[in-house]
Structure formats: C-alpha cells, structure tokens
C-alpha cells in the first residue's frame, strides 16, 4: 500500500465523522425521549395492524381512541395507513396509491403520536442540546430536530401529553412541513 492509498483512505474516513456524529446525536434524542418516560401509564389500547384508511375513518379512529392523532393533512394521489401499537402509539404513513397496508419500503412520509407525560417539557430539555436545532411553532408548539440529515422532527405542545414524530426521507422536508403548520390533530 503506498502513501497516497492511505492518506486518501484516512481523509475518506474523517469525511464520514460528521455523518456518524449526526446520526449519533439522532439516536441519542430518539433514545432519551423514548425512554424517558417508561414509568408512565400508558392507555389502553386494541393494536392494529397496518390497514388503509380513508380521512374519515382517521377522525372516527381518533374519536374512538379519546386522544389525538396526528398527520399531515388530506393528500391527493395518496392512501393512509392507519397502525395503533399496542403501548398506544399510532401511525399514520402516507402510501402511493395502489400500494398495500404494510408495505415494506421505508422512505413514505410517517406521522406518528406517542402517548408521553410532560411530553413538551421534556421535549424542552433536549431543545438547547449540541446538534439539534428548534423552533416555536403556532399554540406555543415546539419543534426539535438533528441540525445534521435532519428527516425526523418532534413536536410537543404544553399541557398535551403526547409526543409527535414526523419522517420524510427527502432531507429537511419534515421541518418544513412542522414550521408550515401542515402537522395537525386529525378533526
């Protein structure tokens, strides 16, 4: 191996620090605000599985469940997957039309709601840390995303016991759709 052939190997490798610190600081956000809270009832709930839900189906859903949930809106061209876990958390994905509940590709625009006590204040806390960036949304909503590869956001609202995550593949789209007020309960 010569010297060209390691110089370019190590300058390949200190080019992906930043991307591994990104994702490092991604996974210790998700980790902190999924765990935070463990010691929290959670409600009861009857899991679904994956099924494709008209819009109001999701409001009659929402209804039956007693809480909120959140999504993106109404989209043209598009199917929602409606999935309730069974600790309470429900996601709503976004399919292309045509595609099947359950569909095992990844990059669709996710909404999801987690039941979550003091949900805003601990949302809070992270929102000063290194590597994220936040925003104060409309009705006092706060916004706290990864400053690098940032496709998932989380929003809370003060004296709303639930956490909301939003995921879009194309980079930085889940920001924009939170700072544009296109993530809102379902009515």
Do not use: C
């Not at 999935?83 to 976004?94: E, I, K, L």
């Not at 509940?101 to 949302?123: E, H, K, Q």
């Amino acid at each position: 191996m010569n010297s060209a052939t390691t110089t370019r190997s190590g300058s390949e490798s200190f080019a992906l620090l930043p991307l591994g610190a990104a994702v490092l600081v991604a996974a210790a956000i998700v980790g902190w605000l999924l765990l935070h809270d463990r010691g929290t009832a959670k409600p009861e709930t009857v899991a679904t599985d994956p099924v494709l839900v008209s819009a109001e189906q999701l409001a009659s859903e929402a209804k039956s469940l007693g809480r909120p949930i959140y999504w993106a809106g109404r989209r043209s061209n598009w199917s929602y997957e409606l999935t309730v876990t069974d600790s309470g958390r429900v996601f709503v994905r976004y399919l292309p039309r045509g595609a099947a509940a359950g569909d095992s590709r990844s990059g669709f625009l996710t909404v999801g709601t987690y039941p979550a006590a003091d949900a805003y204040p601990n949302l809070k806390k992270v929102s000063t840390g290194h590597g994220v960036h936040s925003n104060l949304l409309p009705n006092d909503g706060l916004l706290v995303a990864p400053t690098r590869l940032p496709k998932n956001v989380y929003l809370a609202y003060p004296n709303d016991d639930y956490q909301v995550e939003v995921y879009d593949a194309s980079t930085g789209a889940a920001r924009r759709m939170a700072l544009n007020g296109l993530i809102e309960q379902i009515r």
